[in-house]
T-cell receptor, first 115, second 111 residues
Framework: GAVVSQHPSWVICKSGTSVKIECRSLDFQATTMFWYRQFPKQSLMLMATSNEGSKATYEQGVEKDKFLINHASLTLSTLTVTSAHPEDSSFYIC???????????FGSGTRLTVV | RKEVEQDPGPFNVPEGATVAFNCTYSNSASQSFFWYRQDCRKEPKLLMSVYSSGNEDGRFTAQLNRASQYISLLIRDSKLSDSATYLCVVNMGGGSYIPTFGRGTSLIVHP
């Protein structure tokens, strides 16, 4: 089946540094990639929708200058958390819809801890 | 009102029990519906899609009630391994295919 490979699985970084998270679609082309954030015991909250070759669409309240999304190819989308702060510590996860199928395929998630 | 609502639980049931979850959605134009399972600190995995006529997969049965705008998931003969959070996902349609998640219902199956 369609697989989305996400890495790193976890990262600990110092406050003020930037962290890049990558999601790659294996065996299929992901025209659209969704980026979510999930805090403990909370639902997945959509941060942005990235479309290959165009600017990402950010949800209300999500700072586009802080969460940089790049979707330069049909198989790779990246999320960069710039100048990370402890409140950015969360579980970040990407998802893609496979054309012609129902449902969505998720990456394995990245647990970010900012200290 | 939230777009997709679920009772967060937890639902605490003994092995072998039958348990049902409901999920309501606000947008009557919603087109696709899914149940996902999420284990602690893991990514969600598709459990089953929900079709208008209802569908069954082993011990799991999903149903859609468009008139009342809810979907349900029934789990029969619960196993310990069924313990997880069950997420209701609704695609609001309009060609965007952006999935909207409920906050999930926690299920704990005990011996």
């Amino acid at each position: 089946g369609a697989v989305v490979s996400q890495h790193p699985s976890w990262v600990i970084c110092k406050s003020g540094t930037s962290v890049k998270i990558e999601c790659r679609s294996l065996d299929f082309q992901a025209t659209t990639m969704f980026w979510y954030r999930q805090f403990p015991k909370q639902s997945l909250m959509l941060m942005a929708t990235s479309n290959e070759g165009s600017k990402a669409t950010y949800e209300q309240g999500v700072e586009k200058d802080k969460f940089l999304i790049n979707h330069a190819s049909l198989t790779l989308s990246t999320l960069t958390v710039t100048s990370a702060h402890p409140e950015d510590s969360s579980f970040y996860i990407c998802s893609a819809r496979v054309e012609g199928s129902l449902g969505y395929t998720f990456g394995s998630g990245t647990r970010l801890t900012v200290v | 009102r939230k777009e997709v609502e679920q009772d967060p639980g937890p639902f605490n049931v003994p092995e072998g029990a039958t348990v049902a979850f409901n999920c309501t959605y606000s947008n009557s134009a919603s087109q696709s519906f899914f149940w996902y399972r999420q284990d602690c600190r893991k990514e969600p995995k598709l459990l089953m899609s929900v079709y208008s006529s209802g569908n069954e997969d082993g011990r799991f049965t999903a149903q859609l009630n468009r008139a009342s705008q809810y979907i349900s998931l029934l789990i029969r003969d619960s196993k310990l391994s069924d313990s997880a959070t069950y997420l209701c996902v609704v695609n609001m349609g309009g060609g965007s295919y952006i999935p909207t998640f409920g906050r999930g219902t926690s299920l704990i199956v005990h011996p």
